[in-house]
Structures are given as C-alpha cells and as structure tokens.
C-alpha cells in the first residue's frame, strides 16, 4: 500500500500529531507515506502556513526515526492561486529538497470552494468558471508534480451538473499536465464523503488514460489517523478497471512505477 496523501498537525484543519499518522500507517500495512501537509499562503478562512522550519526538521527527523519499517516522503500540498499566490508557492517548492508536491485547488477567483465560491453561482456557473480557472492556472504554474483531488469541486454543490459542457476543458488540463510531465491523483476522500463521483470521476480517469496519462498517484487526504490508508484497495480495482497497470511513487520529485 502507498498513501500519498497524508496530514498532520501543521495542516491547520488537522489536529493528528505527525507520529501518530505514521505508526497508524505501519499498522495498516502501508510501505510508502507521503506528508504532504497544506501550504495555502492565502486561504481566506484559515492561515493554511505550517512552521516551516519546524515542518522541515520533524520531516527530516522521521525520515531517519522510521528508516527500515515505512519510507517516508517527504511532501507538501500547494495551493494553487492566480497572482502573488504562485510566487509563494514558488518560493516554498524551492526553499526545502522535497521529494513530493501536491498541487491543488481549494479555491478559486479568491473565493474559497466550501465556504464563499457557490453562494452566487448555480453548480453550472461555478463548474464552468472553476474548470476555466484552473486550465490558465496550470499554463502558468507548474512547480508540483501531481495535481490533488481534480474535481473536487463536486463536493460542495448539492447536485453534480452534467459534465459534458466542460469536457473540453478539462481535456485542455490534463493535456497541459500530461506534456509538462504531471500527474493526477486518485483522491480516496470521495469515498468517506460519499460523493457521487470518485475523484477524479471515472470519466475524467477515462479522459486521462486515453491521452496517455500514466503518472497517477493514490491519496487518502487523511486528516486523522483512522482514515490513513483508507479506500486503497477499492481504488486500485477502479484503476484497474480502467487499464492502469501501475501506479505512481515519488522520490526527489522524480516518479517511479508500481506494478497493481
């Protein structure tokens, strides 16, 4: 089992020491466990900004404690934004020998996803703008190695529209990961939240493989011990489905390939 989505108490919506995730992922059988806690320098709603120094040194520290019984990567998710946002994130990427980033999207035209964004938009308008805002968003960033949770924003409308109208779209960004030698990540969380569609949905993951998507990473988006590990075996069987032979691990920001 690898989980490459992991959080600890540097994540500010997360209040699980970074040990107890680890010693819960050697019980759960896990072999590779990446912490990849939540930098967004300019989340409206929370400060989203761990200590750093203190981030690098615990990640450091259980690299070299856990040596032997759970390779640990070394990570971080990025908050992807327009603006001054990308020069952060740029700069946090650059500042530590990560051997993971996750870039992602938790808001978009300044609005936060689960609290501001849908308070003005029908679940059209907001897929619409946020699939629009996400595709110039990567032709301009691209200092991550896999984009977290695609569709995430299926998880805060009280309906999923009809997704052909933005296709197009999201056809566009995985063709921008895929040729800047990104991936997409399958996002377990869908599970836990009893979401409509798995994220990504199976007809973006069909989208992917037919472009000739291969980088793909599984993640449980865990901000509590108990979730570490969880829905793995349901996604490797859905990716399986989809023809995916492997899948994807990390180290200095480079990927390697696991045989599912």
Do not use: W
């Amino acid at each position: 089992m690898y989980d490459y989505h992991i959080h600890s108490n540097f994540s500010d919506d997360c209040f699980t020491d970074m040990y107890e995730m680890i010693e819960t992922a050697i019980r759960t059988g896990i072999k590779e466990m990446a912490v990849t806690d939540h930098y967004d320098p300019d989340d409206l709603d929370y400060p989203f900004e761990p200590n750093f120094p203190k981030y690098h040194r615990n990640l450091l520290e259980v690299s070299h404690v856990y040596k032997g019984r759970i390779k640990i990567i070394k990570g971080i998710e990025t908050g992807i934004q327009h603006g001054d946002t990308l020069i952060k994130c740029e700069n946090a990427a650059n500042a530590f020998p990560y051997d993971f980033i996750l870039g992602a999207f938790h808001a978009a035209h300044s609005q936060n996803l689960y609290s501001q964004y849908f308070k003005n938009r029908t679940p059209e308008e907001g897929f619409y703008d946020f699939y629009t805002y996400m595709a110039d968003c990567v032709k301009e960033y691209k200092n991550f190695d896999v984009m977290a949770h695609f569709n995430v924003v299926d998880r805060y409308v009280d309906y999923v529209p009809d997704y052909s109208p933005y296709m197009d779209i999201i056809e566009s960004i995985l063709k921008d990961l895929i040729c800047s030698g990104k991936g997409i990540e399958f996002n377990t969380s869908s599970f836990r939240y009893g979401m409509e569609n798995t994220t990504p949905s199976k007809e973006i993951l069909a989208l992917y493989k037919s472009l000739g998507g291969e980088i793909i990473t599984i993640g449980s988006d865990a901000h509590r011990a108990q979730d570490v590990g969880y829905g793995y075996d349901k996604a490797v069987s859905i990716l399986k489905s989809h023809e995916f032979k492997y899948i994807s691990t990390f180290e200095n920001r480079k990927p390697d390939f696991v045989n599912i």
